[in-house]
């Protein structure tokens, strides 16, 4: 059995190398989508009703002004992340890995316990650009990538997300920027998809 994570303060995993980036061609072949992930298409109204309830969630926030300031990019960060959370899953599909909702519920209890409570919690995902509604998703891909580890190891695993990334041919409008891969992020995101959302939260947390 794998150790959970339940911390906020998790490790983030290391980085990959940088590679040449794949640029993000063929868009004119998908009509009205943000991103294209297999069979899969994001479209940019889907995306757009993310980023609104993000920009929702943090207008009705006590730090509503900073986090709208810190969040230039949100639409383009938000793209990366869903992306990742298909290839991530795709890859936990394809290697038997499940999560159940007694993990989630689980997972979530602890790490609300273990960061402040869940008020703490919603707050810190939001300045990721992560609304409350979205938060469960991003903890069970967490999970998958945990499992992942804890099946392949964390250099093994880095090569499964880089394969599958492949084999589903992501496909990204060009507006959004261009696909790379191999860090499994686009030319100018801030967030690594190898970054686990818990760790990620961790980041904005004072020394």
């Known amino acids: 059995m794998i150790r959970r994570r339940t911390a906020l303060s998790v490790t983030a995993a290391a980085l990959l190398a940088a590679a040449p ?94 960061n402040g409570g869940a008020a703490a919690v919603r707050a810190r995902f939001l300045a990721l650009g992560i609304a409350p509604d979205q938060i469960d998703r991003a903890l069970s891909v967490d999970l998958v990538r945990a499992k992942l580890d804890g099946k392949f190891g964390t250099a093994r695993t880095n090569e499964i997300l880089m394969h599958t990334s492949d084999s589903l041919h992501v496909d990204v409008n060009p507006r959004y920027g261009v696909w790379d891969g191999k860090r499994g992020t686009a030319q100018t995101a801030l967030e690594p998809w190898l970054r686990s959302a818990a760790a990620a939260a961790a980041a904005e947390r004072p020394a």
């Not at 009509?31 to 993310?50: E, W």
């Not at 993000?54 to 926030?61: C, E, K």
């Not at 959370?85 to 394809?94: F, L, P, S, T, W």
């Open 21 to 114: 980036l794949l640029t993000a061609c063929g868009q004119t072949a998908h009509p009205g989508a943000a991103a294209v992930v297999g069979d899969d298409k994001i479209t940019v109204s889907q995306l757009q009703s993310q980023v609104a309830d993000v920009r929702d969630a943090q207008r009705s926030s006590p730090q509503g002004d900073q986090l709208t300031a810190n969040s230039a990019r949100l639409g383009q960060d938000t793209l990366v992340r869903l992306i990742q959370y298909r290839i991530v899953e795709q890859a936990g599909k394809d290697n038997g890995i499940e999560v159940t909702r007694r993990e989630l519920q689980r997972q979530r209890a602890d790490v609300e316990a273990a």
